[in-house]
T-cell receptor, first 110, second 117 residues
Framework: GENVEQHPSTLSVQEGDSAVIKCTYSDSASNYFPWYKQELGKGPQLIIDIRSNVGEKKDQRIAVTLNKTAKHFSLHITETQPEDSAVYFCAASGVAQFYFGTGTSLTVIP | GAGVSQSPSNKVTEKGKDVELRCDPI?????LYWYRQSLGQGLEFLIYFQGNSAPDKSGLPSDRFSAERTGGSVSTLTIQRTQQEDSAVYLC???????????????FGNGTRLTVT
């Protein structure tokens, strides 16, 4: 089955700096890669996603890149703000199951 | 519009009791997933329903866990004879049918925090 690894597990950045979270996957059949943000006491919320036919996608301060050959994808957050502090999960999916990374706890220091 | 609704938001029960957790998915979403999240941990897959197909129960940790989805909408996760290790947040998510060969994003509820004393 699919195996998704996520690094780092914790990340602290100064407000205004960039943050990068990386994930690798094992199953070449996975073709859809969403990223979720989870705030304390809430369920994960989709922040951006990418399909395998695209190499990069951007939405304001958030971008995701995908390297199918190397089987890795990354989340980039620019100009970080304190409200970006949360746990971020990557996931890989075929047409049914979703396989999640173990999460990255991001702290943005004001 | 309305998101995924889970109830109760919190549940405290005594060891050995049965509990039922409810999930109301987004209207029109045919896929429904249950996940378990222990404190500070990732998402553990439990069960997946897609339309009228047989559910994928491969993630259920023991036969004390079961789930059903009535009328293709509301789902109930039942845990019988609860144990302390069952304490966790139980998350439900729903999604639309896959678009072509690509899956559709999951929309999560805020979960039910289960505490077994």
């Amino acid at each position: 089955g699919e195996n998704v690894e996520q690094h780092p597990s914790t990340l602290s950045v100064q407000e205004g700096d960039s943050a990068v979270i990386k994930c690798t996957y094992s199953d070449s059949a996975s073709n859809y890669f969403p990223w979720y943000k989870q705030e304390l006491g809430k369920g994960p919320q989709l922040i951006i996603d990418i399909r395998s036919n695209v190499g990069e996608k951007k939405d304001q301060r958030i971008a995701v890149t995908l390297n199918k050959t190397a089987k890795h994808f990354s989340l980039h957050i620019t100009e970080t703000q304190p409200e970006d502090s949360a746990v971020y999960f990557c996931a890989a999916s075929g047409v049914a199951q979703f396989y999640f990374g173990t999460g990255t706890s991001l702290t943005v220091i004001p | 519009g309305a998101g995924v609704s889970q109830s109760p938001s919190n549940k405290v029960t005594e060891k050995g009791k049965d509990v039922e957790l409810r999930c109301d998915p987004i209207s029109g979403h045919t896929a429904l997933y249950w996940y378990r999240q222990s404190l500070g941990q990732g998402l553990e897959f439990l069960i997946y329903f897609q339309g009228n197909s047989a559910p994928d129960k491969s993630g259920l940790p023991s036969d004390r866990f079961s789930a059903e989805r009535t009328g293709g909408s509301v789902s109930t996760l039942t845990i019988q004879r609860t144990q302390q290790e069952d304490s966790a947040v139980y998350l439900c998510a729903s999604s639309l049918v896959p678009t072509g060969s690509y899956n559709s994003p999951l929309h999560f509820g805020n979960g039910t925090r289960l505490t077994v004393t």
